[in-house]
C-alpha cells in the first residue's frame, strides 16, 4: 500500500518541555527518542491520513500552552474518526533490538536529490538493487527522525490545500480506492506522474555534498569566438560572485549559446558540483546530449525524458526536461535552463517551481534564450540578476533585422490562395537573385494548407509544379517533407510555427505571413523565426520578411530588439577589432 496512516504524539523530555511529532510507528521513535538520551512518546490522535494528521500536529503546535485548545482539538480528531477519545497517559514502549541504520545510510544514498511519492521510492530501491529486510516505511521514517529526509503529504492542508510536488492547486476531492478514505484530495496537473494525494506520504531528499574536485577536461568542437570567450568569461565570473543567484544569459538565435555557456559548466564539474542542464522538450534533450558528453568526454552524464529508460543516478551532468525535475530535489550545484522562453516552461509555474528546487540553497541558475522574457528583463533592470549578452553570431556577423511590408492579404478560405504581388517579387529575388531556399509562416493549419496549395497552384502555372510543400503538425509526411527540404530537393517551405526553433539551413531567406496575427506571432516568436535566416557564415545576410495587413506591436519591438542586439554587437566588434590592433 502506497497511503500511510499516521499518529500524532507529545514528547516529553526530561525538562517537560513538550514537542508534538508524526509517525507511522509510535514504537519506532520512542526507540530513536530513547537512543538520543530520553524522552517519553505519548500518542495523543487516532490514525489518520497523512495531511489530517499534519494538520492536527501544527494545530497543536500553534496552541501549546494553552491546555482547553489542545483538549479542543484532540477531541474533534477522534470525533472526526467517529470514536471516543482514547488517549492513554502511559508511553509508548520503544521497540527492540531494531538495527535497521545500515540499511537506512543505503537507502539514504538512493535517494539523494530526489523527491518521491512512496511507490517511485520503492522503484528507486529496486533499481539501486537495495535488498532491505526491514520495512521500507520504517527506514523512510528514521531517516525523517535524523533530519536527513522530509515527509509530507503529497497534498497538504497547511497552510493552505495545494499539491506539494507540483506546487498546483488544481484538485479533486475522491475517495482513496488504497486505504479507504472518503475524504481525500488529488492533484489534478501532475497525475500523470503518478496520483498525489492527501493521504500519500512525498518523501524529499537533498543531494549529498560532493565537493572532491574532478578531472573535466573540456574539448569544444571549435575555438571560441572572442564575443562568446567574453560571455563564457563573465559567465564563470557570475558563478564566483555572491551577489546574485540567477543570471540572465541572452544570445541572439545562432550565436552559439551552448558552447559559451559550457566553460561555467567546466568550472561548477571541476569543483566536485553537480549540473543539470533542463530543456523544456524532449527533441532538445535528444539533440544535446551527444554534444554535451563529446565537449565533456571525461564526465558522466545521464539524459532523462519521458521515453527513455534510463534512470536518475547521482552523476555529476545530468540533461533532462523540465518535467523530468519534478522528481529532483536541492541536487545540483547549477542549473542552466534551455529556451527558458519555449513552451512547455513559459508561464508554467509548476516547471518553474521543479527547476528551482533542484537547485542546492546556494546553487546557482542560469536561464539561455533568444528571446527573454519581458519578466526576466525586467528582473534584470531592478538589479535583481544578472545579465551576460551574446549579440554576436558564431560566425561574426549580426542578425537580419527584419524588413515589414503592409499589404492586403487574401482571405485564408480563397480557393486558390491568389499570390499577392509584392510576395511573388520577394519570393523571385529570394530564388533568382539571393539563390536561396524559403521558408514561409503562417498562423495556423488552415493558412498553411491554403497558402501552400495557392503557392503550388502559381507555380504549377510557371512549369514547377514541384517547387513548394507545405507541413503542420498535423501532417503525417511532415518529416519526410521536412527531411526532402533539407536535402535541398525543393526551394520553397510553408509551414506553422512547428519550425520555430532547432533549425539551421545553410541559404534560407524568412517570411511571416498575417505577421500581425499576434495571438500567435508574439515578440518572441518573431525573433526566434528571425533567427532561422543568416545562420551560415556563406550568407549571413538572409533577409526577413514580417508581411502584414498592420503594424502590430509586436512586429515593432521584434525588430527593436534584434535593432538594439545588433547595436550592442557592432559595439563589441568595434572593441574587439581595438584590442586586436
Known amino acids: 500500500m502506497h497511503c500511510l496512516s499516521f499518529w500524532v504524539y507529545k514528547l516529553e523530555n526530561a525538562n517537560r518541555r513538550l514537542r508534538y511529532y508524526l509517525t507511522p510507528h509510535p514504537g519506532l521513535d520512542a526507540f530513536y527518542w530513547q537512543q538520543q ?45 467517529g470514536q471516543a477519545v482514547a488517549i ?38 529496486a533499481a539501486a538493487r537495495l535488498f532491505l529486510s526491514y520495512p521500507l516505511p520504517d527506514l523512510l521514517h528514521y531517516l525523517y527522525l535524523e533530519g536527513k529526509v522530509q515527509c509530507r503529504p503529497a497534498v497538504a492542508h497547511e497552510p493552505k490545500r495545494h499539491c506539494l510536488r507540483c506546487g498546483s492547486d488544481d484538485l479533486q476531492p475522491t475517495t482513496c480506492l488504497e486505504c479507504g478514505t472518503s475524504q481525500v484530495w ?47 568569461q563573465e559567465l564563470q565570473q557570475f558563478l564566483r560572485q555572491q551577489r546574485h543567484k540567477t543570471c540572465l544569459f541572452w544570445a541572439v538565435c545562432g550565436a552559439g549559446k551552448t558552447e559559451a555557456a559550457l566553460p561555467a559548466v567546466q568550472q561548477v564539474l571541476a569543483a566536485g558540483g553537480r549540473v543539470l542542464w533542463a530543456c523544456p522538450r524532449r527533441d532538445l534533450v535528444t539533440e544535446l546530449a551527444p554534444r554535451l558528453q563529446a565537449a565533456l568526454p571525461e564526465i558522466e552524464m545521464a539524459a532523462l525524458h519521458g521515453q527513455v529508460r534510463e534512470r536518475y543516478t547521482q552523476v555529476p551532468l545530468v540533461i533532462a526536461t523540465t518535467h523530468q525535475a519534478l522528481r529532483l530535489f536541492a541536487a545540483f550545484d547549477l542549473v542552466i535552463l534551455d529556451e527558458v522562453d519555449a513552451f512547455p516552461y513559459a508561464d508554467n509555474p509548476v516547471l518553474e517551481l521543479a527547476v528551482l528546487r533542484a537547485l542546492r540553497p546556494d546553487g546557482k541558475l542560469i536561464y539561455l534564450t533568444a528571446t527573454p522574457s519581458a519578466q526576466l528583463l525586467q528582473q534584470v533592470q531592478r538589479g535583481q540578476m544578472e545579465q551576460v549578452l551574446l549579440p554576436l553570431r558564431w560566425h561574426g556577423h549580426p542578425p537580419p533585422e527584419p524588413a515589414i511590408h503592409i499589404l492586403r492579404l487574401p482571405r485564408a478560405e480563397q480557393e486558390p490562395w491568389p499570390v499577392p504581388k509584392l510576395l511573388d517579387r520577394l519570393l523571385t529575388d529570394s530564388l533568382e537573385r539571393d539563390l536561396c531556399q524559403v521558408l514561409i509562416y503562417v498562423p495556423s493549419v488552415q493558412l498553411a494548407e491554403q497558402v501552400g496549395r495557392g503557392l503550388q497552384h502559381h507555380y504549377a502555372q510557371q512549369g514547377m509544379p514541384d517547387w513548394v510543400e507545405y507541413i503542420h503538425a498535423a501532417d503525417g509526411q511532415r518529416d519526410v517533407k521536412r527531411a526532402r527540404f533539407f536535402a535541398g530537393e525543393f526551394p520553397i517551405l510553408v509551414t506553422t510555427t512547428l519550425l520555430e526553433r532547432g533549425i539551421t539551413l545553410p541559404r534560407v531567406n524568412v517570411f511571416v505571413l498575417y505577421a500581425d496575427r499576434s495571438q500567435i506571432f508574439s515578440e518572441a516568436v518573431l525573433m526566434q523565426i528571425a533567427g532561422r535566416a543568416g545562420r551560415a557564415a556563406d550568407y549571413p545576410q538572409g533577409q526577413v520578411y514580417f508581411l502584414a495587413e498592420r503594424r502590430s506591436r509586436e512586429m515593432v519591438v521584434a525588430r527593436r530588439r534584434i535593432q538594439s542586439l545588433n547595436r550592442a554587437a557592432r559595439q563589441i566588434a568595434a572593441t574587439v577589432q581595438k584590442e586586436e590592433k
Open 37 to 81: 538520551g530520553g524522552g517519553k512518546v505519548y500518542v495523543l490522535s487516532p490514525s489518520l491520513p497523512l495531511a489530517q494528521a499534519e494538520a492536527l500536529c501544527m494545530e497543536l503546535q500553534r496552541a501549546s500552552g494553552n491546555p482547553r485548545r489542545e483538549s479542543q482539538l484532540l477531541k474533534q480528531a477522534w470525533q472526526a474518526v
Open 88 to 125: 492513554s497517559d502511559q508511553p509508548v514502549e520503544p521497540i527492540t533490538n531494531w538495527q535497521g541504520q545500515v540499511e537506512a545510510a543505503h537507502l539514504h544514498r538512493a535517494l539523494a536529490g530526489r523527491i518521491l511519492l512512496l511507490s517511485e521510492v520503492e522503484q528507486a530501491v
Open 186 to 232: 488529488s492533484c489534478q496537473t501532475c497525475g500523470f506522474m503518478g496520483q498525489a494525494r492527501s493521504c500519500t506520504p512525498l518523501y524529499a531528499c537533498a543531494g549529498l555534498s560532493q565537493a572532491q574536485p574532478r578531472q573535466a577536461p573540456l574539448n569544444l568542437p571549435s575555438p571560441l569566438t572572442a564575443a562568446q570567450q567574453t560571455a563564457a
